[in-house]
């Protein structure tokens, strides 16, 4: 752990968790500050990245939470897949019933294509809306890894503060598109610039939110810690399948948005294997 500062390294775990969330909060309002140097963007470039952003969640999925809530369960006496498969169900049906009741609008679609109970907001909180839904299991997983590195090192179960950090690398870097997906089509609205731009970075700031709701939930509740772990996976799955794939393959880029996701699912592989 040489290249982490020991200052943060000493922070309490909710703080850490705090810290992460607000990178990731951060990398999405650099890619929602992209508005005001362009008011459009190449849509093979933004598949793309759509693309990539999937490919990391699935692969934080399975290295940074799955496997991990798996080692915590055994070294907690449980049989591991029990709490991996239940906690993964969960977070997909939690996502699930958020979506049926929560009013927004995924990105590229009509207004009148907003799903959740009717609503007449305007279509760029519900775009908002669409974005913030799908960061809340992003932090969940920040806060919830950081919460189990505290514990996991002493029961051995493989988290760490390196793995926590590599998550919230790699969540930031698949964060940068999201902004960008958000602000330029407001702007191509005629929102100005500066509305594009908040409602942009806007959608992450529940981010660090809870990321600290997760670590605060999984200190306190130590056995709940590996159905946490899944339960961040199965909500982060939920969202690739549900929203961010379909909206990648939207412009008929298929293949550069599969691309993308492969070449995401390696980087996130990489750091959290190197890293963690």
């Given at each position: ?103 927004h609008l995924h990105i590229g679609l009509p207004r009148d294509a907003a799903e959740g109970v ?99 939930a999984v200190i306190y509740i130590t056995p709940a810690l590996p159905y946490a772990l899944s ?46």
């Amino acid at each position: 752990m040489e290249f982490i500062p020991d200052w943060f390294l000493n922070l309490n775990p909710i703080t850490q968790a705090l810290i992460g969330g607000l990178f990731t909060w951060g990398v999405t309002s650099l890619g929602a500050a992209l508005v005001f140097l362009t008011k459009t963007i190449n849509y093979k470039v933004l598949d793309g990245m759509m693309g990539f952003a999937a490919g990391v969640m699935i692969a934080a999925s399975v290295w940074s939470l799955i496997i991990p809530g798996i080692d915590l369960a055994e070294a907690q006496g449980m049989i591991g897949w029990i709490p991996a498969a239940i906690g993964f169900l969960l977070g997909g049906l939690f996502l699930r019933i958020c979506d049926a009741y929560i009013p927004h609008l995924h990105i590229g679609l009509p207004r009148d294509a907003a799903e959740g109970v009717d609503t007449k907001w305007k279509r760029a909180t519900l775009l908002v809306l669409a974005i913030t839904l799908h960061n809340i299991p992003e932090g969940l997983a920040i806060g919830v890894l950081f919460g189990a590195a505290s514990i996991g090192m002493e029961l051995d179960g493989g988290a760490t503060v390196v793995g926590a950090i590599a998550l919230s690398i790699g969540i930031g870097i698949q964060n940068f598109p999201e902004g960008v997906a958000i602000s330029m089509p407001l702007r191509r609205d005629g929102v100005s610039r500066l509305k594009s731009f908040n409602y942009g970075q806007l959608s992450a700031i529940v981010e660090p939110v809870a990321a600290v709701i997760g670590a605060a939930a999984v200190i306190y509740i130590t056995p709940a810690l590996p159905y946490a772990l899944s339960f961040a996976a199965g909500a982060m799955i939920y969202v690739v399948v549900e929203e961010l794939i379909p909206e990648s393959h939207q412009h008929g880029n298929t293949d550069l948005a599969t691309l993308g996701l492969m070449v995401g699912f390696v980087v996130m592989m990489v750091l959290d294997v190197a890293l963690g």
